[in-house]
């Protein structure tokens, strides 16, 4: 496989992606700060909604774990192992079974698992039934299988070529598990547009308010930034080109935005403040659900009431 085949020099992709991270890394880190701020803000201790500080704060730690790995990486490639690595920097970054790579990879693995789980829990919520979330489940541990497979050949392979990680056995797992991680998002997300969507459409000839299409478009609109960094991460994989480094690194920020994106705008909406814990994390409006019905204001009553009490009076 020529250079041409592969795309750009692996010095140039690693830091290519260490500065789009970082500029993702940033937008993350500003809504980690909204999500905490507004799901604690003048609330005491046990109102907190800790399921939703708890995963906020694990990704908030897993990104950042990513972000300074990346940044020893570039720093040992570039400065402390410029001159001494034979092959210079690209062969350096090149070297797939480094400790520094096997442990992003892991970090990778682990911020992947969250943040399907976080999405097949919301389905588990919204359908309260386990049924529905038995392929998804099973999907998911598909997907970690092959994300452990993939970093255990990432430790194991022989040479410190780049291209073990489009072949050999550790390009057959990055393949299972960029593809998997594809198809569970998007079925999982796909599953719980499509009960609010069922939702929304029966309440929407009785509802006298903003039903809950907010809380539709926003889901989608996560699902859509994570499926598309997935999408992109797959094509490269398939050009067996060296964007894949990039797409890989820039995929664990997207992963936390994609999370607090939910949270801040749904909040935001007072309009859907009900559905937040049942829709997003599932406690504090698990009893109950969804509504299926929103109260109808008997205005022409009132209105008489009213005009019995002036008269009355």
Avoid at 135 to 146: F, K, Q, S, T
Avoid at 246 to 271: E, Q
């Amino acid at each position: 496989m020529s250079s041409a085949d592969i795309g750009m020099p692996l010095d140039t992709a690693t830091i290519m992606s260490t500065v789009l991270e970082g500029i993702l890394y940033g937008f993350s880190v500003l809504m980690f700060i909204g999500t905490i701020w507004i799901f604690t803000y003048k609330k005491r201790m046990e109102n907190v909604n800790q399921p939703v500080a708890v995963v906020a704060v694990l990704l908030f730690l897993l990104s950042t774990t990513h972000m300074v790995i990346e940044i020893i990486r570039v720093e040992d490639g570039l400065v402390k192992s410029r001159d001494t690595f034979p092959g210079g920097p690209a062969a350096f970054f090149a070297d797939v079974k480094q400790k520094m790579y096997v442990t992003k990879s892991a970090v990778n693995l682990m911020q992947t698992l969250l943040g399907d789980g976080i999405v097949i829990y919301r389905c588990n919520v919204v359908w309260k039934s386990v049924r529905v979330i038995i392929l998804p489940c099973m999907m998911w541990c598909a997907v970690a299988v092959c994300g452990s497979c993939k970093v255990y050949y990432l430790s194991q392979t022989p040479t410190s070529n780049a291209k073990s990680l489009f072949t050999d056995e550790t390009g057959r797992w990055t393949a299972a598990f960029i593809t998997l991680t594809f198809a569970t998002n998007l079925f999982s997300s796909g599953l719980l547009a499509y009960r609010i969507w069922t939702i929304e459409r029966r309440v929407s000839t009785v509802r006298t308010r903003k039903g809950i299409m907010p809380i539709l478009r926003v889901l989608v609109d996560a699902a859509i930034l994570y499926s598309v960094s997935n999408c992109s991460a797959i094509i490269c994989f398939a050009r067996s080109n060296n964007g894949l480094y990039v797409i890989g690194d820039m995929i664990n920020p997207t992963i936390s935005i994609a999370f607090y994106m939910v949270f801040i705008r749904i909040a935001i909406n007072k309009d859907t403040q009900e559905f937040i814990s049942t829709v997003c994390v599932g406690t504090g409006e698990t009893d109950r659900g969804i509504p299926l019905h929103y109260p109808i204001q008997p205005l022409r009553t009132s209105s008489t009431a009213y005009k019995q009490d002036d008269t009355s009076s």
